[in-house]
């Protein structure tokens, strides 16, 4: 699927939301992404919208872009935020998209020794092997 990334969600979906009318700061942002160009996200937005399991087909090959460049892309959490978030993503997703999944395992794979050295093995251990056994 080719996505013209100056667009934004709304636009590439023709589906335009009126003001959230519950005011918290996670359904605020969410509302806001909605609006933003996707060449325009950062690893944060990313973490946000995936961590809600919103517009996957949209975000997930931006978010395996910045992994690929560095497997510890973070946002406003912790280094490897995102790519723990990647783990947390229903395995029904991975199955649909499975040259996704490969394009992921294969990059944990190859940076296994940086993903030691930063303490996220017990993290991503367990959501590794269930995305593995698909």
């Not at 497997?71 to 199955?95: A, F, H, K, N, Q």
Request: hydrophobic letters at 40%.
């Amino acid at each position: 699927m080719i996505i013209d990334r100056s667009k934004s969600i709304a636009e590439l979906e023709n589906k335009y939301w009126n003001e959230p009318v519950y005011s918290s700061y996670l359904v605020r942002t969410c509302h806001s992404l909605r609006e933003k160009p996707l060449e325009d996200f950062t690893p944060e937005d990313l973490r946000i919208m995936i961590g809600q399991q919103f517009y996957l087909p949209y975000l997930i090959p931006i978010a395996l872009e910045f992994l690929d460049t560095d497997i510890l892309s973070s946002g406003d959490m912790y280094d490897g935020d995102l790519l723990c978030i990647l783990l947390g993503i229903d395995r029904v997703y991975w199955r649909a998209y499975p040259q996704q999944r490969i394009i992921l395992l294969k990059m944990i794979e190859e940076q296994w020794n940086s993903l030691m050295d930063e303490d996220l093995i017990e993290e991503i251990t367990i959501p590794v092997n269930l995305i593995k056994d698909d």
